[in-house]
């Protein structure tokens, strides 16, 4: 993405339409908005009574000499001192607390929605893209919906109501503080077009520089085991250096304008008052007005300060805003499927197919897998897997075997329709997958990767994570079917043993052998391996392959491996490359036709 792009992308492209979403919001918390704008209306009204007090107040003395009058509206001058306080206090309370209340919900929404999205979703966005707008976004967002709002509201009540009052003191002297708003108008747009501009650029090179260090900390093996530190350094040095200047830029406009703002206030009010004495002397005003006149002069130039300054962060947040409507945009994972599974313990688990008549049919849960013709691409026009034929009965074991890229693993992503196939058909017990429900398909299959992933929490939670309604004594069950209930037993705390930051305490071996026990005690009907063995040594392996054995007994298996040695028992080896399965038969079979197999096997060519 060039930096055009990334600065424009940062900038909101349909703002009243993000506006008008962020308000929907509010409907969940609509007593907390209306109660909060109606005291905010309150303390901005009684703001600006207040300052026209100042004028009865100062001519009660000073033209009348009237004691009484005088106390009359001291006392209503404390009244509306108390109601500005009590209104701003819980004006400014309700309004954090819609803001808090609001972003919760959004927060909640996103991820519950993120946890719905297509596997395709993750591979086109990054880590580090999606916690940015998790954290970046949201606070953004936060900060804006706490302080923009009710300033906003504030500033428009405060320069109506000021502007009136105004006029009705003295319109002469209105006309000379409209000439000096257009100049600071001007000034306003010159800088905050700037400001605005840089602050795009610091936000576009702060998320860059976090999604860095995410990655930087996520793969520090692969960096210290090849000395990456120092590139790593300097790298993150140089977009350090980027964001500093970004930001320095930003900040140079952003604090240009409060002095400029404020000098211009200045010369306004030495204006007001020249000539307000002037007018004062000629009996057209009274001082009292002169002097609530100049508070109004100051009250009237404040807000559009203040909004000046917001409008940088304000801009920030909808654009922000956009970016997690956006992923809220994003189409969910399809699931039309009309096949559910019931679980029956007498009768046994069966396929609940719905038929043309309004009756449906039962077909029992076997674990038959059948791929007819399959042509799949993860994108348009590029095939990765070509007329794939494959059939897989109950208790069979079927290694997939070939180069990296092959589609070896394209295969059983398909199985658990992480995407969908673009021609043939593939059937799980006769059911074209397609009509099966998601969630039921991959309750009956257990995935065992080469890269481990543990969850913070006990040892006991992350097997209990391939099943949760599993007992402790099943849990255990399915550690010593993997062999992992030693290791585990030696553990300070055993099973009760608390993991942080992915397993690392962990050896590799160890944290496979955890993640087999998960795929064991969910006790499935179709078992894939993917490289489940490749990150073990050759003693652990031969420790654990008994209960591999008995966690493969009776279930369709698909075995994906480099380790060749690992799947000559397999009943089926099929040989892939470039998408095609270019053999297939068991290993003595295929040693026999001396292809491909056999000169892997021999080491004639190895697996690239």
Known sequence: MSEKSRHKSLRPQDPKKTIMRLFSY????????????????????????????????????????????????????????????????????????????????????????????????FDSHSHGELMSTFTNDVDMLNQSLEQSISQIVISIISVVGTFIMMIVLSPILTLVVVGMLVVMFFFIRYVGKRSAKNFRIQQAALADMNGYIEEMMSGQKVVKVFNYEDRAIESFNKKNEELRKASTNAATYGVMLMPIMGNLSFVLYALVSMLGAFLVMLNRITIGNIASFLQYTRTISRPITQVSNQLNTLFAALAGAERIFNILDEKVEEDQGDVRLIRDEKQGDYWKVPKENGEYE???????????????????????????????????????VGSTGAGKTTITNLINRFYEIDKGRILYDGIDIRRINKFDLRSTMSIVLQDVHLFEGTIMDNIRYGRL????????????????????????????????????????????????????????????????????????????????????????TFVIAHRLSTIRDSDAIMVMENGRIIERGDHDYLMKQKGRYYDLNTGKVELA
Do not use: C
């Open 26 to 121: 509010f409907r969940f918390n609509r007593i907390l908005f209306f109660l909060g704008i109606f005291f905010i209306i309150i303390s901005s009204a009684a703001q600006i009574a207040a300052n026209g007090m100042l004028s009865p107040i100062i001519d009660s003395l000073v033209e009348y000499d009237d004691m009484n009058m005088f106390i009359r509206y001291i006392s209503i001058m404390i009244g509306l001192v108390v109601a500005i306080s009590i209104g701003q206090y819980l004006g400014n309370l309700l309004m954090a607390r819609l803001a808090q209340r609001t972003i919760h919900k959004i927060r909640e929404d996103m991820f519950a929605h993120m946890e719905k999205l297509p596997i395709s979703f």
């Open 362 to 400: 039962k077909v029992p849960l076997k674990g038959y897998i059948s791929f007819e013709n399959v042509d799949f691409g993860y994108l348009e026009g590029q095939k990765v897997l070509k007329d794939i034929n494959i059939y897989a009965k109950p208790g069979q074991k079927i290694a997939l």
């Open 469 to 556: 309604d599993a007992t402790d004594e099943e849990v255990i069950e399915a550690a010593k079917l993997a062999n992992a209930h030693y290791f585990i037993n030696n553990l300070p705390n055993g099973y009760d043993t608390y993991l942080t930051a992915d397993g690392e305490s962990l050896s590799q071996g160890e944290r496979q052998l955890l993640s087999i026990a998960r795929a064991a005690v969910a006790n499935p009907t179709v078992l894939i391996l993917d490289e489940a063995t490749s990150s073990i040594d050759t003693r652990t392996e031969r420790l654990i392959g008994k209960g591999m054995d008995k966690l493969m007994e009776g279930r369709t």
